[in-house]
């Protein structure tokens, strides 16, 4: 394995992670909503989640430009604070969390889901604030159904592709494991195209044996 | 010491309709029918669980629910203690967790006090290491009591606090129930289909039966 290889990987799984760790909150907080809470527009949210999970990566890397391109809505309120997403590792990241957010969403919601009521509403009649429930009762009695979600989540972000090279292109700097074998195919370095797909098969493979266990109990 | 407890609320589920129209003033006030005379929701409807159509529920000078005058206190803020039936003692915690989960984050002096005198009067030290899945039914009742109780709560409401016990475990824990009655003089509500449990707890009995009271007095008519 090059020093190149391993600086991909490494690069990958660490942007995975950083990745993960962006779209836990708003994913807990979606999956919790969509899980206990009926309201006008549930139907449309739930839709709206699942979106990238059903739209082709490379589209969902367009909606992103369009959003965080120097001329679109948010990119330009970014620049102003001098933040910088197109091309760089933050839209590589922005692009990982946003295609790995469905399968958060979908694992710890069915992880709320499964927590039953009573609890909770028992743990208000203790006095118990709303918050106090969520983070006492609600959160540890789901946590299987969020660390399956989480490592789902991360195990998609491992492998984007298409949103990334939209929002991220090839460059080195931004080169992900999935964007490396594709270019070093384009270009015919097979060798180290099967290295990058070793790699990255062996970290897949782990991320989801663990999401299964988690998932299953055992 | 008895508390004037108003209970005059109509809830509506389904086609079922629970209809009551009661103004007691008792230390234990029964409920007393079979199994699908609207005990349960009763009680949830003082807990806050579940919202009356119409109408007031009123504990001593605490108003917790009141449809005219926009009343309706959330359950986190009506400090009653619930006995639910199934118990619900929180999985993930131990003994100790699961009492002291409604005691607040600072134990003050009286606190502490109070939780001393529930703890020897329900006998629950031996029990405190222990996880939840680990205790018998007695066990599990006393545990949920003192949860319960914690709280330092208006009201206790018990549902069938004895049900799920065979008969030597229901006269043994009966004796405790007497205690929290006497001794802590919480004013409770009790839910029961037994006669025997009903003459031993209560001083006013409200007998219902498909959603409506049948029968309110002092104590159980003869049917």
Known sequence: MTGDTLGIAWRTVSLAALATLVMLPPGIALAWVLARRRFPGRAMLETLVSLPLVLPPVATGLILIWLFGRRGPLGGVLEGFGIEVMFTWRAVVLAMAVMGLPLLVRATRAGFEQVDRRYEEIAATLGASPVRVFLTISLPLAKRGVLAGALLGFSRALGEFGATIMVAGALPSTRTIAVAIYSYTETGQEAAAMTMLAVSASIAFGALLLSNRFATGS | ?223
């Open chain 2, 1 to 223: 010491m008895p508390v004037p407890i108003t209970l005059d609320f109509s809830l509506r589920q389904g086609d079922f309709t629970l209809e009551i129209h009661e103004q007691v003033e008792a230390r234990v006030v029964a409920l007393f029918g079979p199994s699908g005379s609207g005990k349960t929701s009763v009680l949830e409807s003082i807990a806050g669980l579940r919202s009356p159509d119409r109408g007031v529920i009123r504990i001593g000078s605490r108003t917790l629910y009141d449809v005219e005058g926009g009343v309706d206190v959330p359950p986190h803020e009506r400090n009653v203690g619930y006995v639910p039936q199934d118990l619900a003692l929180f999985p993930h915690m131990n003994v100790t967790r699961n009492i002291l989960y409604g005691a607040g984050s600072t134990p003050d002096v009286g606190r502490a006090a109070a939780l001393e005198q529930i703890l020897s009067l329900l006998e629950l030290r031996p029990l405190l290491e222990r996880g939840v899945s680990d205790l018998s039914g007695g066990e599990r009742q006393r545990v949920a009591i003192a949860r319960a109780l914690t709280t330092s709560p208006l009201l206790l409401l018990l549902d069938e606090p004895l049900t799920a016990l065979d008969s030597g475990l229901r006269a043994r824990i009966l004796p405790y129930l007497e205690r929290i009655r006497d001794e802590l003089a919480t004013p409770m509500v009790y839910v029961s289909h037994d006669e025997a449990e009903v003459c031993a707890m209560a001083d006013w009995v409200v007998e219902l039966e498909l959603g409506r009271a049948t029968r309110s007095g002092p104590r159980l008519g003869d049917s």
